[in-house]
């Protein structure tokens, strides 16, 4: 291992679609031999200071906006991002820390006739700085777009390192956030691209069904005691965007509140529970006749969606014979992968290589991604950033700390 390649102990934050809190993965990073190492420290979620939920969501289309509501949001989340960065390195890392990476969070996704034109993380990273003194590591996105890509599914690089080459055939990484995004990984050209809802259509289900009073549907209580609808699960379904080809990619833009509100307009009145078993099973069903078609035989999940029994049962009925298993299964926690791999882009991007899978995202070619704010001391050491380094080819876990 060269001295470049140095393992760095880096913080990785994200706040998913669902935009329920920031999710932290403190990460030991080291690349040898063409193979990244990746030690988890620890990991933890940490809620939004209260109010500030309610103000991301208010700002989600199809909200008309100001650029002072911006403003305020950007700093209050990068505020915000600052006060978990700081606590992880407390209570996780005991103040080793080296570096963040900083994914934000997403309020907007911009696609136009199924090319992405940009997408926006808020989420100010110099308040990281100022509360850490680390560098951080942010905007992962715009890269990737401006070569020509999705700037999705991200995730997508580190599928493509853990499970390539591994025996027993064709397997598909499915990450069940708000959205659905999977990685195809065989011994072809990998392919990645979003699915379609996965706990976005449930959630908003779920808050309609409950008067606001439930964000999300615990357990799959309301799910499993509603039943499925026929004819909002056909209206659902008819969703064009199911049968674009790859890659491309969706969010929140499209599968809104105003989205499940006109579908219930179409089909008339459906009972409350009813219309989060429906959503549930068309989540499930989404998935399973896409990835069916596709011969794969295990299907690795990870995201908050693999908190809900229900919808883990319809997807594994969705996709029998495929086995269906998690990240943990792998030595990664289910909640904690994209914290995880935001870690490993940060640490990558330090050591000068480039993460992405263009074949996944649609990009030109490979990229670095993300952008350096530098911390109290020189940026990561001094290390090379110029991204000349090509894709690490596999990924290996240590056992946890």
């Known amino acids: 291992m060269t ?11 994200i706040s998913g679609t669902s935009f329920d809190g920031i999710d932290v993965a403190v990460v030991d990073v080291g690349v040898a031999d063409d193979v990244v190492s990746l030690s988890i420290v620890g990991s933890a979620s940490y809620d939004y200071p209260e109010g500030l939920t309610a103000q991301i969501a208010a700002v989600l289309p199809p909200a008309q906006v100001s650029i002072e509501d911006v403003c305020k949001l950007d700093t209050r989340i990068g ?21 963040i990476g900083s994914h934000g969070q997403t309020v907007f996704h911009w696609v136009e006739n199924r090319q992405a034109m940009g997408s926006l993380q808020l989420g100010q990273p110099a308040w990281i700085v100022e509360a850490t003194g680390l560098p951080v590591i942010a905007d992962f996105r715009a890269a990737d777009i401006a070569a020509g890509g999705h700037g999705a599914p991200l995730a997508s690089s580190f599928d493509v390192m853990l499970l390539r080459g591994r025996e027993g055939g064709p397997r598909a990484a499915l990450n069940l956030g708000g959205i659905s995004n999977v990685t195809l990984v065989d011994e072809s050209e990998p392919i990645a691209y979003d699915i379609g809802p996965a706990n976005a259509l449930i959630d908003i289900a779920t808050q309609w069904a409950s008067d606001g009073s439930e964000s999300y549907d615990a357990n799959g209580a309301r799910a499993a005691a509603g039943h499925v609808n026929p004819a909002l699960l056909s209206h659902l379904l008819d969703e064009p965007y199911y049968a674009l080809d790859p890659p491309k990619s969706t969010g929140k833009e499209l599968f809104s509140a105003r989205y499940l509100d006109a579908a219930l307009d179409a089909v008339g009145p459906v009972e409350a529970n009813d219309v989060v078993a429906t959503t549930t099973h068309h989540a499930a069903k989404v998935i399973g006749d896409d990835l069916r078609r596709r011969g794969i035989t295990e299907v690795v999940a990870a995201g908050g969606g693999t908190s809900n029994p229900l919808l883990m049962r319809h997807i594994a009925d969705a996709l029998a014979p495929a086995r269906v298993t998690t990240m943990e299964d792998y030595g990664v926690p289910n909640d904690a992968k994209e914290a995880v791999f935001f870690a490993m882009f940060a640490a990558l991007m330090a050591h000068g290589y480039s993460v992405t899978v263009a074949s996944c995202t649609g990009a030109a070619s490979e990229r670095g991604l993300g952008v350096i704010v530098p911390g109290a001391t020189a940026p990561i050491g001094g290390v090379d950033v110029a991204f000349h380094r090509p894709r690490p080819a596999r990924i290996m876990i240590a056992a946890g700390r």
């Open 3 to 13: 001295q470049s390649d140095r393992p760095l102990r880096t913080i990785g934050m």
């Open 79 to 99: 505020q915000a991002f600052a006060t978990a960065a700081a606590r992880a390195n407390d209570e996780i890392a005991g103040g080793s820390a080296e570096l």
